[in-house]
């Protein structure tokens, strides 16, 4: 749920970033930003009048607790070919609120008219917000876990509504002093098999116990 105060300092980044734009596409992107925080204050009036039901379907920022495929007979190590997963749907709330947090209010996000003008269907997913998936279920099943880097190519477009799924497979595992090195092949589809993020991610693990999650 976006705050008064949030949702005016949002409309007004946007005055600013359009300023210099059409003004049929600043108010077309307005309008956008407006039907979106006004929707989720209706939902947070229905939630408030339902007493009886305290359950949050929103509440969970992943629709789902990462998976694990073992390829080995101990399930709570971590071996080379195991396959680490995690899915989400992606949102508007989602897009806003990534938005607010990184200032980048690219039209592109909010307004179906300017994505169909660069040749796009619907509205766009951040590719960042995407490739969140990745270091998500990593750190998910190996608490501890640092990120030394991460490489990424964007094969396909993700539009808001579309569910992600994120696959990480160790390639590499080599113990470094009393720690480990792991080197995962990492990708993102949707629709079960269309990639939309391929890459290659290192991080340093305090030990190669895996938690699956149940």
Same mark, same amino acid.
């Given at each position: 749920?976006?705050?008064?105060?949030?949702?005016?300092?949002?409309?007004?980044?946007?005055?600013?970033?359009?300023?210099?734009?059409?003004?049929?596409?600043?108010?077309?992107?307005?309008?956008?930003?407006?039907?979106?925080?006004?929707?989720?204050?209706?939902?947070?009036?229905?939630?408030?009048?339902?007493?009886?039901?305290?359950?949050?379907?929103?509440?969970?920022?992943?629709?789902?607790?990462?998976? #694990? $495929?073992?390829? +080995?007979?101990? &399930? *709570?190590?971590?071996?080379?070919?195991?396959?680490?997963?995690?899915?989400?749907?992606? /949102?508007?709330?989602?897009?806003?609120?990534?938005?607010?947090?990184?200032?980048?209010?690219?039209?592109?996000?909010?307004?179906?008219?300017?994505?169909?003008?660069?040749?796009?269907?619907?509205?766009?997913?951040?590719? #960042? $917000?995407?490739? +969140?998936?990745? &270091? *998500?279920?990593?750190?998910?099943?190996?608490?501890?876990?640092?990120?030394?880097?991460? /490489?990424?190519?964007?094969?396909?477009?993700?539009?808001?509504?579309?569910?992600?799924?994120?696959?990480?497979?160790?390639?590499?595992?080599?113990?470094?002093?009393?720690?480990?090195?792991?080197?995962?092949?990492?990708?993102?589809?949707?629709?079960?098999?269309?990639?939309?993020?391929?890459?290659?991610?290192?991080?340093?693990?305090?030990?190669?116990?895996?938690?699956?999650?149940?």
């Amino acid at each position: 749920m976006l705050s008064s105060s949030l949702r005016h300092s949002l409309l007004g980044f946007i005055d600013f970033f359009m300023a210099h734009r059409h003004s049929r596409e600043n108010g077309l992107l307005r309008h956008r930003i407006e039907e979106l925080t006004g929707s989720n204050k209706r939902e947070e009036k229905g939630r408030q009048e339902d007493k009886g039901d305290t359950r949050c379907d929103d509440c969970e920022p992943f629709d789902s607790k990462p998976q #694990i $495929l073992f390829s +080995s007979s101990a &399930p *709570r190590i971590l071996h080379i070919g195991d396959v680490l997963t995690s899915s989400k749907q992606f /949102s508007d709330q989602d897009v806003l609120q990534f938005s607010n947090l990184t200032l980048d209010f690219n039209p592109l996000h909010f307004d179906p008219h300017i994505t169909r003008q660069s040749g796009f269907r619907d509205r766009i997913v951040h590719g #960042i $917000l995407v490739a +969140s998936l990745i &270091p *998500r279920t990593i750190a998910f099943h190996s608490a501890g876990a640092v990120y030394v880097s991460q /490489s990424l190519q964007f094969k396909s477009t993700v539009y808001v509504g579309e569910r992600v799924v994120a696959e990480v497979r160790p390639v590499q595992l080599r113990q470094n002093k009393d720690k480990y090195i792991a080197k995962f092949a990492t990708k993102c589809f949707k629709d079960r098999e269309v990639v939309v993020i391929d890459g290659e991610a290192v991080a340093l693990l305090p030990n190669l116990e895996i938690i699956d999650g149940k």
